[in-house]
């Protein structure tokens, strides 16, 4: 059993795609398509633009889709998964990948989302923070106990959890975390808290354009992030996807699921090698590598 995954935001990097862009004639009329779709030249940012420059999320979120897509594009009839997922944004990347919305519908969406987050974090100061070394429930405690907006927001592998909220909850549950003998517990640099409640706004603006999306049965399950679960109903799908934005990314239990559903190889699809390090720490002994 083969599971492609798909990375969220933090992979990109400065020149990713180009080599794809020069070599294969389908990703060039991809990314140009995208081009026009995003209504500026996204390609110049991501072959050759700044750190700065490609951090923004308006520009990451689609760059990243992109990279993944293409890859799993250009793959034709070899791209053939019995299962995928996606780590936040890469949820979309993996939909159109295993057929459940088209190119462009997926580019459209990825371009909304970022721009409705973009807008959600400049209502409010927030942030994200990584907890390493405490297990889920002491966090989940710790997060509880806090007045201000704290709440998990990533679960990436056991003993690894990302905490989203605003800046004082946050910087209140790093103190605390610390106290309970967390190894490390360090404020992220992102420009908001994603996985949070403060992403309310932007999960309203996003429902509306999932709700007039077609979504089609896609070849094979999507594994989602908000209950970690397979699912093959393009409406539960939906349903799902506009969730995630306000609820945590369930990436432990998805790799365990994926797992006890008979996984034995794991391909990551996209910048970064961030989720064959997560996989690994489930499972030495799976098979795990990034598309050639």
Request: hydrophobic share 40%; with cysteine.
């Amino acid at each position: 059993m083969t599971a492609y995954v798909f990375p969220g935001q933090g992979a990109q990097y400065v020149g990713m795609g180009k080599d794809l862009y020069e070599h294969s004639s389908k990703a060039r009329d991809l990314f140009q398509k995208a081009n026009h779709i995003l209504k500026f030249n996204i390609t110049e940012v991501m072959f050759d633009g700044t750190e700065a420059e490609l951090k923004q999320t308006k520009v990451t979120q689609p760059a990243i889709f992109l990279h993944s897509v293409i890859l799993a594009k250009i793959m034709g009839e070899d791209f053939k998964p019995d299962m995928v997922a996606g780590h936040s944004l890469g949820e979309f990347s993996a939909l159109v990948a295993n057929g459940t919305l088209t190119f462009e519908d997926g580019l459209k969406l990825v371009a909304k989302r970022a721009d409705a987050m973009q807008k959600a974090c400049e209502l409010e100061p927030s942030t994200m923070a990584a907890i390493l070394g405490l297990d889920d429930e002491t966090v989940e405690s710790i997060c509880k106990s806090i007045p201000e907006i704290v709440v998990p927001a990533n679960y990436n592998s056991p003993g690894q959890l990302v905490i989203s909220g605003s800046v004082k909850g946050v910087e209140q549950a790093i103190e605390k975390c610390k106290e309970a003998g967390a190894k490390r517990a360090l404020m992220l640099k992102v420009g908001g808290a994603f996985h949070s409640p403060l992403m309310e706004p932007a999960r309203i603006e996003l429902a509306e354009a999932i709700n007039s999306t077609p979504f089609r049965k896609g070849i094979c399950p999507i594994y989602q992030n908000v209950t970690g679960q397979p699912v093959a109903d393009p409406e539960i799908i939906k349903t799902n996807l506009i969730s995630q934005l306000t609820s945590p990314v369930r990436w432990t239990q998805i790799m365990q699921n994926m797992l006890a559903d008979g996984v034995t190889e794991v391909i990551e699809v996209g910048p970064g090698k961030v989720l064959q390090g997560l996989f690994k720490k489930i499972d030495r002994n799976l098979n795990v590598h990034s598309l050639p």
